[in-house]
């Protein structure tokens, strides 16, 4: 099952139990409980660490600015990034170039990726965590570049499909037709890879 941590984060609940390699059998109940409890203590600190590295990786991350057709750009984040500072960098990126985005703040634009509206509270790592998915498969898959000249070798992409930036504005005027009629709100409830043609014309 999916859970939520302190932090906000999301992933599959695992238990950390003891290491089965150490023979405490030897030891009193008292002494073998508080090794059993440190040996505990340092597994979820080693994991806590891994989480914090794998949030802290960087991703080259490529869109495309959607107002009726594509113009491509990209911005790097970390898996730690929300959407909104991702939204934060991408609205940096455009004011420059288009007339329509001067005046917008990150709450007017939108993020769809695998045709998913992405709620903007979110974070990268959480949609890797959760494997989340669309109708037409994972949302994202970070990968590392290869074989490319001037690339950091720890530097991850995303080798699906370009998601899209769009204002709210644009959606809300054309949301009857392609491809935002195609969008649908991100459901992490939702098993997309049970989906079938049938339940798309019961909806």
């Known amino acids: 099952a999916v859970v939520s941590t302190q932090s906000g984060h999301y992933g599959r609940g695992k238990k950390i139990g003891k290491n089965p390699h150490v023979n405490t059998s030897f030891l009193p109940d008292k002494d ?8 505990i203590e340092n597994l979820k600190k080693e994991w806590l660490e891994k989480q914090t590295e794998i949030k802290n990786q960087k991703v080259e991350l490529t869109f495309n600015y959607w107002d009726g057709s594509g113009h491509r750009h990209k911005v790097l984040v970390t898996k730690g990034n929300t959407i909104e500072q991702f939204l934060t960098k991408a609205l940096e990126e455009l004011t420059s170039q288009y007339p329509d985005v001067r005046c917008a703040s990150v709450d007017m634009l939108m993020f769809i990726k695998a045709d998913l509206i992405i709620p903007h509270h979110l974070t990268f790592y959480q949609f890797e965590q959760m494997k989340a998915r669309g109708e037409k498969g994972p949302v994202f898959r970070f990968v590392h570049h290869k074989d490319e000249e001037n690339k950091a070798p720890d530097l991850l992409k995303d080798d699906l499909q370009y998601g899209k930036v769009t204002l709210r504005s644009w959606y809300e005027r054309n949301k009857h037709m392609f491809p935002a009629n195609q969008w649908k709100a991100f ?17």
């Open 32 to 39: 073998r409980e508080a090794l059993e409890l440190q040996e």
């Open 187 to 203: 459901d992490p409830e939702v098993n997309w890879e049970k989906y079938t043609l049938e339940q798309t014309f019961k909806r």
